[in-house]
């Protein structure tokens, strides 16, 4: 009788584990640049291979959105463990000790890349020309999973990033320290004196820095008026600089076409990063940092 190993390869497997990572047909297919049909067949041939169901394909939706079964999540665990490791192995085997043609991918809040990263870029790509730096922007949900699936080297965010027990080996460190100030458009809002009085305009609540400006106003006892919420910082400072409302933003980036009034509220960021995903590369990034590994 032949052992279940010697009916599939590591392709269904790979193809299996990026299905149950996208939950979706449609979005695994672009991950993988393949065909729906290409997917189907590796997933069709790992059940029959394991004689169980994983995968519940939901019809009629445009996603093609997939559910695990129980044994499905079961064997997800275990072989997205395997996945990684061989993706660790490969990138290591990549990275030469000059670290020659090497990438490493940021996942960071779009309005920390000016005075976070790129003061850093410079320095760097100096030292490793070969190296390339891809940034990836999201929600603080987004940036832990692209860490957690290996899709982003690190992650850096204004509020520490929490993980679920089986990614204890992922590690967190404080970066910079800085602080929120009020910012207005004067000629809309000539003096701020109340809090309560006035709109504003505020990152959606997936935003990680949403719950930090809640619980300051919640400490200062004010009920605001939300004008407009927005995922988009750029979009953030355009509808405060056009009169919408006020908004808190880290004093470091706040436009100086606006007004700014100092708050005494404060700022961390925070870069993250798995050790055991840690290469040549990667390690040199984390001493721009003074992370020494």
Do not use: W
Request: with cysteine; aromatic share 10%; hydrophobic share 35%.
């Amino acid at each position: 009788m032949a052992l279940i190993s010697q009916k599939m390869n590591l392709d269904y497997i790979r193809t299996f584990v990026v299905l149950a990572q996208s939950k979706s047909m449609s979005l695994a297919s672009e991950r993988l640049n393949v065909g729906i049909s290409y997917i189907s067949r590796h997933v069709k041939a790992l059940e029959e291979a394991l004689n169980t169901k994983l995968v519940i394909t939901k019809t009629g939706n445009r996603e093609n959105s997939v559910t695990l079964t129980e044994d499905g999540k079961y064997f997800f665990e275990k072989y997205e463990q395997i996945y990684n490791n061989i993706l660790l192995v490969e990138k290591n085997y990549l990275q030469t000790k000059q670290l020659a043609n090497s990438k490493i991918t940021i996942g960071i809040c779009e309005d920390l890349d000016e005075f976070i990263i790129k003061p850093k870029l410079k320095k760097f790509m100096k030292e490793y020309p070969n190296v390339t730096i891809k940034l990836i922007n999201g929600s603080k949900e987004e940036l832990v999973k692209s860490l957690t699936q290996y899709t982003a080297d690190f992650i850096i965010d204004k509020q520490k990033p929490s993980f679920n027990s089986k990614n204890s080996k992922i590690i967190t460190n404080s970066i910079y320290k800085t602080k929120y100030c009020l910012v207005y458009n004067k000629d809309v809002i000539p003096n701020i004196k109340d809090l309560n009085q006035i709109p504003f305009v505020l990152p959606a609540s997936n935003i990680s820095e949403r719950s930090t400006i809640n619980e300051y106003f919640e400490k200062h006892n004010v009920i605001p008026k939300i004008a407009i919420e927005t995922e988009r910082s750029d979009r953030l400072v355009s509808y405060i600089r056009d009169g919408y409302g006020a908004g808190i933003i880290i004093k470091d980036i706040a436009p100086k076409d606006l007004s700014k009034k100092d708050l005494d509220l404060d700022c961390s960021l925070y870069l993250s990063y798995v050790e055991d995903n840690l290469t040549p590369s990667t390690i040199e990034f984390l001493k721009m940092f003074n992370i020494k590994k």
